[in-house]
């Protein structure tokens, strides 16, 4: 699906589009027929040399890490797919650069119109996302090239597309889309009067609550300044009225009990293990009595089979996700008990994508670990 042509996303010219096009191709090859040779590779030489020595079959995602790291086939797939992942970014970040100055005018246009926006200079960055540069995109969120910056912003909307191969439809909505029809479904009478999203980055999930809340009073934050000042002009733009702010999820700013929604989308595996459980009880602490906590993230790895666990892995050795297999470990209903929520009121299942048999009818099935293609996404929280 072409990505939506709204005024803030990067005009692409001609010799630039070729080149995502390239990328967006080369990465789709490697979720698919490279993917499956490294499958292949596992079944046939890793896997039946582990149980000759070991006697058994491969336990868990890390015993399958260890035995396929030596094998010189995957290898040769890892590598192609962290050239992908720079590529990627690369073929954005040029085309951003050279039109940064327009964008960064054309976001100052949208200021005032609808919503609002806040960016805080003194916020101190936390280290776990100032130490690595997520996922390999340069800068991270946060990082800051020139003056009222939105380079970061305009970067990851563009990227994001082309990280997914378009799977999350024509505005990277999906994981947003996915949560809203879940919790109508789930929570039928539910009318939120201020709903917060936290870690929005450039808007893909926050704009889906207005749609699908359309009385209530949207909030989002985000820790990166280039994120919030793209995302308040990206939302001007598409004609949606939300209120974007620079913070912390550790600790906002709100007031106690301010909210009666509190979301997320694809942060939780994007902080640390001392860094979430504040986040939760921030959470809390923002909630009303009778108000519900949701975190949407990829596949719950729990019920998978080691090899399939080991695929998204990848990412937490070779992305710069460094938290991403961690929070695939720890006991997450425990956590939001540990923050004050009843055990009786905590939430942990799944949610069906909202766009996935619509736009992958008649493609092939990819199995990159990637989330433009996950038929089900985990969700997490609690009600307070």
Excluded at 132 to 151: K, L, S, T
Aim: charged fraction near 25%; include cysteine.
């Amino acid at each position: 699906m072409p990505q939506f042509r709204h005024a803030m996303l990067v005009d692409v010219a001609h010799d630039e589009r070729s080149r995502q096009d390239f990328t967006a191709a080369f990465k789709s090859h490697l979720s698919s027929n490279v993917a499956a040779g490294t499958k292949l590779a596992y079944e046939r030489r890793a896997k039946p040399t582990f149980a000759r020595t070991a006697g058994r079959a491969p336990q868990d995602r890390h015993e399958v890490r260890r035995i396929l790291s030596a094998d010189s086939y995957y290898q040769a797939a890892s590598s192609l797919k962290r050239t992908a992942q720079e590529l990627m970014w690369d073929s954005v970040g040029d085309c951003v650069e050279r039109q940064l100055d327009r964008l960064v005018a054309r976001a100052k246009t949208m200021r005032g119109r609808k919503g609002s926006l806040r960016t805080d200079p003194k916020l101190v960055v936390p280290r776990y996302h100032s130490a690595v540069d997520i996922h390999c995109m340069p800068g991270g969120y946060h990082g800051e090239i020139a003056r009222d910056d939105v380079y970061a912003g305009a970067l990851y909307d563009r990227g994001i597309y082309l990280f997914s191969m378009g799977l999350r439809g024509e505005l990277n909505d999906d994981f947003g889309q996915s949560l809203v029809a879940w919790t109508k479904r789930t929570f039928p009478d539910f009318r939120p009067k201020r709903i917060l999203d936290m870690g929005c980055s450039v808007g893909h999930g926050t704009l889906p609550w207005v749609d699908g809340y359309p009385k209530a009073e949207v909030h989002a934050f985000d820790i990166g300044a280039p994120m919030v000042r793209y995302a308040h002009a990206r939302a001007v733009a598409l004609g949606k009225t939300v209120h974007y702010s620079q913070q912390n999820a550790e600790r906002t700013d709100f007031p106690d009990a301010h909210f009666d929604l509190v979301v997320s989308q694809i942060i939780i595996h994007e902080t640390s293990r001392q860094a979430l459980p504040r986040i939760l009880r921030e959470c809390h602490r923002l909630l009303k009595p009778g108000g519900i906590m949701l975190h949407m993230d990829g596949v719950d790895w729990a019920n998978l089979d080691p090899y399939d666990a080991f695929v998204p892995d990848w990412d937490t050795y070779f992305n710069n996700e460094p938290f991403i297999g961690p929070m695939h470990d720890l006991d997450l209903p425990a956590l939001a008990v540990e923050a004050g929520f009843a055990r009786k009121n905590v939430i942990f299942t799944s949610a069906t994508s909202a766009r996935r048999d619509r736009e992958n009818q008649g493609r092939r099935e990819l199995t990159s670990g990637d989330f433009g293609n996950v038929g089900a996404f985990m969700v997490f929280g609690a009600v307070k």
